[in-house]
């Protein structure tokens, strides 16, 4: 897994960065220092894999088990505009952001943590003629936003990013001349590492990285995608329109062998980058386009999809150079249990799946044994998160279903809500913070939890 203190060491001073070293962890268990504050500063989490900070003890964090409209929910707010971006919540405060629905405006939202209050709710950007999304499932504003102390980014792709003050939520910097042509909308979060913040712009014209200067907004290093189409006529144009050549992902940071990696899937070819320079280190050919999900890394192996067309999940070894499609694949699987947009989550050397239309899959993360395979019902397009031992799962149609993790399928409990949930559960102490297509909810136990 991800070495965190990798990621944040040159950016704090030694004493925070000692504190924020207990993020450090190996194996598939995120563990954070006892009395440190729990917070979700990215679109999956503080270790960039879908699992919640927890004591280093085996005390329970005291997440909820059940909850309705009516039951554990200790506020909801009514969130306005439209936006699929999870959550990012910090020291009392959770950074969202929305846009009117025909793209035009673009805003970022904070929400008081404890009350549910709207702290501030600022328009950033303007577009006079954004591109028409051609479908309903993504929209203006799915990027995630970053925060850190004193700090939130906020992205929406080629419409703009830019950096405020949590204080104050005004301005430190703005940058809206990264051109791409999303085509279905922007959906690629951005991430932290270091002094810099590095974005992905998978369009269908262009597809590259750029990583700027946190403090400044100015880009440091860009770094254009090194796909080698199959698509062009005689001319060098591409045969087909648009989604063949977009991508969704989300990169990850993962250290192997003491070196750092970004790892960062695209349409038709997945690769793995230099963070600090953007120079890249391997690739590896892939049968699908249009992939979303955030990649997953552990014990040397990192688990990429392809996306639509032929699905296929890849186990890869991460110590190759160049074209390894052919030397670093340790297994792969593919059919319908291979997910398109909601990421894979892998708890002790078990790994999950949940597809578009609710089938979670268990695989042995080492060998690609399937150990069990079942439909929860729904259908889902955000990600899983691992907390307090349970899997948590949310759906279009607003059910969650609750996992215990293993090697036998087990269901703990089923919860619905009256909203549909694009973005992905965020876990904060004992708190799940849920963002629904129309509203904020904080779910915290009210009373004594049942025995799971």
């Known amino acids: 897994m991800r070495n965190w203190f990798l990621k944040v060491r040159s950016t704090f001073p030694s004493i925070l960065a000692t504190l924020l070293a207990s993020y450090l962890f190996s194996g598939a268990a995120p ?40 039951e554990n929910v200790k506020w909801k707010t009514p969130i306005p505009l439209q936006g699929w971006s999870t959550p990012a919540v910090l020291g009392g405060q959770v950074w969202m952001t929305t846009a009117t629905p025909d793209g035009h405006e673009f805003y970022v939202i904070c929400v008081d943590a404890e009350t549910g209050h709207i702290r501030f709710n600022e328009k950033l950007f303007h577009c006079d003629n954004p591109e028409d999304l051609g479908n309903n499932v993504n929209c203006y504003a799915s990027p995630s936003p970053v925060v850190e102390p004193g700090r939130v980014y906020v992205h929406f792709g080629s419409y703009g990013t830019a950096c405020l003050d949590t204080v104050t939520c005004k301005v430190i910097w703005k940058r809206s001349d990264l051109p791409c042509r999303h085509y279905r909308g922007p959906g690629s979060s951005p991430i932290v590492f270091g002094d810099l913040l590095i974005l992905t712009f998978d369009g269908a014209d262009l597809q590259y990285l750029a990583a700027l200067d946190k403090k400044s907004g100015k880009t440091v290093w860009k770094t254009d995608r090194a796909t080698v189409w199959n698509d062009l006529d005689e001319a060098g144009k591409p045969k087909r329109e648009g989604d063949f050549r977009k991508a969704f992902t989300t990169p990850l940071m993962i250290e192997a062998a003491g070196t750092a990696q970004l790892i960062s899937p ?44 032929k699905s296929e999940l890849m186990a890869l070894r991460v110590d190759g150079h160049g074209d390894v499609t052919d030397t670093h694949l340790a297994w792969k699987a593919d059919g319908p249990v291979v997910p398109q947009e909601p990421s894979p989550i892998w708890v002790d050397d078990l790994l999950y799946l949940v597809t578009n239309n609710g089938t979670v899959t268990c695989f042995e993360a080492k060998t ?35 996992l215990r993790p293993g090697r036998t399928y087990e269901v703990l409990a089923t919860n619905t809500l009256e909203a549909s949930f694009m973005a992905s559960p965020v876990v904060v102490g004992k708190s799940l913070f849920l963002r629904s297509k129309t509203h904020l909810y904080r779910i915290e136990e009210t009373a004594p939890a049942p025995k799971s």
């Open 266 to 309: 695209g349409s038709s070819s997945a690769y793995s980058y230099d963070p600090w320079t953007g120079q890249q280190i391997w690739m590896t050919r892939m049968t699908g386009y249009t992939p979303a999900t955030c990649p997953v890394f552990g014990n040397g192996l990192v688990f990429i999809t392809s996306g639509r067309g």
């Open 368 to 402: 690609g044994n399937q150990v069990w395979s079942e439909r929860i019902g729904g259908n889902y397009l955000s990600s899983p998160v691992y907390a307090d031992g349970r899997l948590y799962f949310q759906s279009t149609q607003g059910k969650s279903t609750v």
């Open 31 to 70: 563990a954070a220092a006892a009395g440190a504050q729990p917070n979700w500063p990215e679109f999956r989490g503080p270790t960039g894999d879908g699992h919640a900070a927890k004591p280093n003890d085996a005390t329970p964090i005291g997440l909820p088990l059940q909850w309705s409209e009516t």
